[in-house]
């Protein structure tokens, strides 16, 4: 019989949401709400035409774009197909057998998976109130910590920690821990980012995004990242060439010279979020305050949040179940329309939490 390795076989999937029946309106994916830049449309129509060709194994046009938007090195940049592709690689580039790779209690989960291919550990430091403590993370280091995960926003809490805290993160690590900010909602959050980017002039931290959530480009799969040179160098090795095609480049692209039209959907987001979150703790449900494009919502009990469920199945709404990241009496919703989102509070209004 023909085995894969050990620490490939001992692994389960990476978990992705059920979507039930193609009449189904999915709130589980953190997919956005509103079309993408009309801009992008018509870029990505205009990049059929050169399908015959590969791609642009450097993204220049992409990364001169994102260094426009960003006032950073386009050449510290990589692009991936998803900012997963280089999360996976990263921890493969810099972690092994034997070494530990820090997160937090409700981090990203893709992060133990890629730690598993890597035959790493993931350790996590408690999340207390859904949020990232730096003093457990700090507290939670040890001699075989080589990567410290930060997700900020955090996904599934959508809760936040002041950039301050994460440069105090960095000034308290060792010098040999690289430290990894993943801001995939980072467009959600309306702090001053510039701090956290300048992390990565010191060498020893990279800053993760990606277009799939406030630009709208989930389907085209484009991710990047900031990256000190060497550790840039190191990670390239194991990425796949051509990795992103040319009609998401071109995509990509203009929808990031398009940045007035990506902030108008973080506005409207916000605003629809703010509106349906104000109605669940009305219900006298926990829902942590959010900055990015999704809530979490806390029942009083796992019972209670598969009723929830239920309903909403039954209704023609998918959240996402928590159960994963060790939360089963929450669920996650997608920030829908407003009129998709009333619907789902109302669902919600209908059942008893006492």
């Known amino acids: 019989m023909i085995r894969a390795v050990a620490s490939v076989a001992g692994m389960a999937s990476y978990p992705l949401a059920d979507l039930g029946s193609s009449t189904a309106i999915s709130l589980a994916q953190n997919e956005s709400a509103f079309s993408v830049s009309p801009i992008a449309q018509a870029a990505g129509q ?5 399908a015959t060709q590969y791609p642009d194994p450097d993204w220049h046009a992409l990364r001169a774009a994102i260094a426009s938007a960003h006032g950073v090195h386009a050449e510290q940049i990589l ?12 921890i493969r580039a810099f972690a092994g057998p034997g070494d530990e790779v820090l997160g937090t209690q409700f981090g990203y989960l893709f992060v133990s998976t890629a730690c598993q291919q ?7 430091a408690e999340e207390p109130d859904f949020t990232v403590s730096v003093d457990l993370l700090l507290a939670a280091v040890t001699e075989k910590t080589r990567i410290v995960f930060l997700c900020n926003p955090g996904n599934p809490t959508g809760t936040r920690i002041a950039n301050r805290d994460i440069v105090r993160l ?26 956290v980017f300048d992390l990565v002039a010191r060498g020893d931290t990279v800053l993760m995004r990606t277009l799939s959530k406030a630009y709208g480009l989930a389907g085209a799969r484009v991710g990047w990242g900031y990256f000190p040179a060497a550790i840039a160098e190191q990670t390239r090795k194991l990425m ?3 990795n992103i095609s040319t009609v998401s480049q071109d995509m990509a692209t203009a929808a990031m010279l398009d940045q007035s039209h990506m902030r108008e959907v973080v506005r409207q987001t916000a605003l629809i979020r703010e509106r349906f979150a104000a109605r669940l703790r009305a219900m006298g449900l926990e829902v942590p305050e959010s900055h990015t494009n999704f809530v979490l919502i806390s029942f009083k009990d796992v019972e209670t949040a598969s009723r929830a469920n239920a309903a909403l199945l039954e209704a023609g709404y998918i959240l996402r179940g928590m159960g994963g990241y060790g939360l089963p009496a929450c669920l996650r919703a997608t920030i829908g329309t407003a009129d998709v989102m009333d619907a789902v509070a109302a669902i919600l209004e209908e059942l008893t939490y006492e």
Not at 46 to 50: I, R, S, V
Not at 79 to 89: K, Q, R, V
Not at 170 to 195: H, M
């Open 46 to 50: 205009a990049g059929l035409e050169h």
């Open 240 to 242: 796949n060439p051509n």
């Open 118 to 124: 890597a035959d790493a550990t993931y350790v996590r």
């Open 79 to 90: 692009c991936g197909a998803g900012s997963m592709e280089l999360i996976g690689c990263l």
């Open 170 to 195: 960095r000034e308290a690590l060792r010098a040999n821990i690289l430290l990894v900010v993943d801001q995939a909602y980072g467009e959600f959050d309306d702090q001053d980012q510039s701090a």
